[in-house]
């Protein structure tokens, strides 16, 4: 990570630091991407972050109450991955691979989905799969994306099940193929509400047990959901990474977590956000009505250096991607200099970084 430029902006009485996009880079050995979860998922290591003294502490996720304290409230995002990448052939018989992305509102066949192919298809041909489901290129959305519209027999999710596989991010599959183990753990324990194509990861180090354990130390949780969209793996580009736009995902944030949230707030306990989905629908509906409340939507918010954080108070992530927004997220909420810091300890050590990879707590 380079050095920041000292630059200020000042929008609605907020000041935000312009940053180089070079800010957010740096050199990772390939020995350190896990390409396999960990054995068990609470084993993981996980670096503790204090803010306030800059202090770090190597740690096992199994010990994160240690860093808790009675009172302290969990926000995790329940989304669940869906089996979201299929691979098919076009008319003339080239291989397509397609990442469903949404369906149209009140339309069961019709989706929104990215095509990659040696050609783009044209509007009016046919997609097959196998020889229970096709899909007809129905028009060209720009950008990859086209809408189809699939034809087949039986049920559709279980042809989905049957013919999908869950879409990895570029650098697991680069490694590997899809195995039958990361049906079960690229999810988190508590997923349930399906529509992401990609897990909000944070939560991978999460057991029935380990909140269990949480539990009984007084230690609270609470659901919201996000789905997770392509733009989760598009990289900053810009130069100066305030120029970067997100793609909208949908979100839902329940009435009983916005009380619970309300609540810890209210009694001086802390809001520890697990991952960058759940800061950033929890900051998004703080700025958009102006307090925690049951809200639903698309969130659109990038959230960088210079910007406030209104509602954690804490935060669980992994170990990013460089030029990343989940990357920028965090050192807007730890500081330039202490995540740089953070990750050259974790390289020196050796931890395991990326979706399969270790933890850390910011406090």
């Not at 935000?16 to 996009?21: A, G």
């Not at 880079?25 to 290591?45: C, G, K, N, Q």
């Not at 939507?297 to 990038?302: Q, S, T, V």
């Not at 997220?329 to 395991?352: D, Q, S, T």
């Amino acid at each position: 990570m380079g050095r920041a430029l000292e630059i200020c902006r000042f929008v609605e009485d907020e000041v935000q630091t312009v940053m180089e996009l070079k800010d957010f880079t740096y050199e990772l050995p390939d020995s350190l991407i896990a390409a396999y979860p960990s054995r068990d998922r609470e084993t993981s290591r996980l670096l503790v972050i204090k803010r306030s003294t800059g202090e770090l502490i190597h740690s096992v996720f199994s010990e994160l109450g240690n860093f808790l304290g009675p009172g302290d409230l969990l926000v995790l995002n329940d989304a669940k991955v869906f089996p979201a990448r299929l691979r098919g052939a076009k008319e003339s018989g080239g291989k397509v691979e397609v990442l469903l992305l949404e369906r149209f509102p009140d339309k069961r066949n019709l989706w929104i989905a990215i095509v990659n192919a040696t050609k783009k298809p044209a509007v009016g041909s046919q997609i097959r799969f196998n020889g229970n489901m096709t899909a007809l290129v129905m028009g060209d959305l720009g950008g990859g994306r086209f809408g189809l519209e699939f034809h087949h027999s039986g049920d559709f999710n279980e042809q989905l099940e049957a013919l999908g596989e869950l879409p990895l991010p570029h650098y697991i599959t680069r490694i590997r193929h899809t195995a039958d183990l990361d049906r079960e753990r690229y999810q988190t324990v508590y997923a349930s509400n399906p529509g992401a194509i990609a897990a909000p990861t944070a939560g991978f180090h999460f057991t029935p047990e380990l909140f269990k354990s949480l539990q009984a130390s007084g230690i609270d949780r609470a659901l919201l959901t996000l789905h997770v969209g392509p733009g989760t793996f598009q990289p900053v580009r810009e130069e100066f990474v305030e120029d970067h736009r997100m793609e909208g995902e949908r979100y839902t944030l329940p009435v009983e977590t916005a009380a619970r949230i309300n609540r810890t707030k209210r009694d001086g306990h802390r809001v520890v956000a697990v991952g960058s989905t759940s800061t950033r629908t929890l900051e998004w509906v703080a700025r958009r009505t102006g307090k925690v409340k049951a809200d639903h939507g698309i969130a659109r918010l990038f959230i960088r250096p210079g910007d406030p954080f209104r509602v954690i108070d804490a935060l669980i992530t992994n170990f990013h991607l460089p030029a990343s927004t989940p990357l920028v997220l965090v050192v807007a909420f730890a500081g330039l200099e202490l995540v740089r810091r953070a990750y050259a300890e974790a390289i020196k050590m050796r931890y395991r970084f990326y979706s399969y990879g270790d933890g850390m707590i910011i406090l």
